[in-house]
């Protein structure tokens, strides 16, 4: 008797661990008893179609319930797996996924067009194109207004972390600074009237055109911006040195001109205010 028992409880066990075994075991021992269950019902009961459907919807309750039990352990580090490999997925992707955000920002917000020139960050340069992994800029260079022949491609995600500034009216029109530095041994303000009107001169032809433009970037921004007559400013640096500033509002491709013209009559009237210092003494 008791070998038995010890048999028993072994063959208990080994269904126990056998999962496979003891999920078949049940699902055998669950449709027995639904075959049970529905035999009696089409012997007794007048309302068969109902009450067998009921037992078939409870049957599978039963063994998804019973099913989920014995496989629990193995459900949840299935579960753990599934997660761990979505969150390596998203680390993963995770440049690819901000590039298709960035994608998303710009055609949701229209910071730019295609032609229109733009400043990311520390990158200048015409819009080319744009697609959901990139913008592509054509380089500009922001001091003499031309293009350097370089192209730029950033990705969308660098949209996201960094400001977009829409440098468009620059285009055609920019607010030009340069500044001239000589030592303190000449006083500019003696020639900085002639300075002026030489100034006014080189920007005689665009004049209208300026002002008209001017004022088309003050009504779409709605804001006051220095020019479009010339202005020039005297200051000192930080050394005591003279400085002269010079602030153009002018067709992008006459800036470097005009500061070219400015600069050489600039110079023309400090050395012969120079020349006349050293007479005098």
């Given amino acids: 008797m008791t070998e038995a028992f010890a048999f028993a409880t072994d063959i208990f066990h080994t269904l126990a661990d056998n999962k496979v075994v003891l999920t078949a075991s049940l699902i055998a021992l669950v449709l027995v008893i639904k075959i049970y269950i529905v035999s009696l019902i089409n012997k007794k009961s007048k309302n068969k179609r109902v009450k067998i459907n009921m037992v078939n919807n409870a049957v599978t309750v039963c063994i998804l319930i019973g099913i989920f039990n014995i496989w629990s352990v193995e459900f949840q580090k299935f579960a753990i797996s599934i997660a761990a490999f979505i969150v390596a997925i998203v680390i993963a992707t995770r440049e690819f996924i901000q590039c298709f955000i960035g994608f998303l920002y710009i055609l949701s917000s229209r910071p730019f067009r295609v032609g229109d020139w733009i400043q990311v960050g520390e990158c200048y340069g015409e819009v080319h194109s744009t697609d959901w992994a990139k913008l592509t800029l054509l380089e500009v260079d922001i001091d003499s207004y031309e293009y350097t022949g370089k192209t730029l491609y950033l990705p969308n995600s660098k949209l996201i972390t960094s400001s977009i500034k829409n440098l468009n009216f620059l285009k055609r029109y920019a607010m030009h600074h340069f500044t001239i530095t000589r030592d303190e041994s000449v006083n500019p303000f003696v ?31 709605d804001v006051h911006i220095a020019g479009p007559e010339p202005h020039i400013q005297v200051a000192t640096s930080d050394i005591g040195a003279t400085q002269v500033i010079f602030t153009i509002f002018c067709p992008t491709e006459r800036a470097l001109e005009i500061e070219q013209n400015l600069t050489s009559d600039f110079m023309r009237f400090w050395f012969t205010q120079k020349a006349l210092v050293k007479e005098d003494k």
């Fill in 191 to 221: 020639f900085i009237d002639e300075l002026q009107e030489k100034a006014q001169e080189y920007c005689a032809d665009f004049r209208d055109v300026a002002i008209r433009y001017n004022q088309l970037i003050e009504s779409r921004l």
